[in-house]
């Protein structure tokens, strides 16, 4: 089983759109974990990362479900600059970071 | 420096070469890792760097690939005997140090294409 699975998508939702992900790992002592974004070609960058409590940074909020071993991300009030891949990431060990495969997603005019 | 440095940006090579390619971290960042990604795909893990201490070459794919890091700084992967298989982009990225909480930053990667 793999240590962290996603939906591929695409997602593709009209602008203005509320959208989620999710994205499930397989280690319940994991210890951190994150959302990447991932524009075509370019390396991924830090989104935020995922506090036990929740987080939010404007549009975006994070959430940890640790009794069912998923993070999510929602995405208020989409921009045509949201259109990206989304990775998560989940920390099993301290030293290693294990990446999803990500969530592709296009916001349409 | 500002970021994490990478070089060549892109490569192109011929099956059975060897090839080099360059991290240069963020000046201060003791973690280290090589994730390599092939078109389409999610990122393959590599190898890990922290300090002084022995690196994780658990993703390491053969013994054709191998990586170091100097003065704890700069590190090089190195691909001997290349094959089309191993065509890909491969990131650097560091982090502050070996704690998870921090998520690390990438450099913009080298894309490696063997023909």
């Known amino acids: 089983r793999k240590e962290v699975e996603q939906d591929p998508g695409p997602f593709n939702v009209p602008e203005g759109a509320t959208v989620a992900f999710n994205c499930t790992y397989s280690n319940s002592a994991s210890q951190s974990f994150f959302w990447y974004r991932q524009d075509c070609r370019k390396e991924p960058k830090l989104l935020m990362s995922v506090y036990s409590s929740g987080n939010e940074d404007g549009r975006f909020t994070a959430q940890l479900n640790r009794a069912s071993q998923y993070i999510s991300l929602l995405i208020r009030d989409s921009k045509l600059s949201d259109s990206a891949t989304y990775l998560c990431?989940?920390?099993?060990?301290?030293?290693?970071?294990?990446f999803g495969t990500g969530t592709s997603l296009t916001v349409i005019p | 420096g500002a970021g994490v440095s990478q070089s060549p940006s892109n490569k192109v090579t011929e099956k059975g070469k060897d090839v080099e390619l360059r991290c240069d971290p963020i000046s201060g960042h003791t973690a280290l890792y090589w994730y390599r990604q092939s078109l389409g795909q999610g990122l393959e893990f590599l190898i890990y760097f922290q300090g002084n201490s022995a690196p994780d070459k658990s993703g390491l794919p053969s013994d054709r690939f191998s990586a170091e890091r100097t003065g704890g700084s700069v590190s090089t992967l190195t691909i001997q005997r290349t094959q089309q298989e191993d065509s890909a982009v491969y990131l650097c990225?560091?982090?502050?140090?070996?704690?998870?909480?921090?998520?690390?930053?990438f450099g913009s990667g080298t894309r490696l294409t063997v023909v």
């Open positions: 990225a560091s982090s502050l140090d070996r704690s998870p909480n921090y998520g690390y930053t």
């Open positions: 990431v989940v920390t099993p060990r301290g030293n290693q970071f294990y």
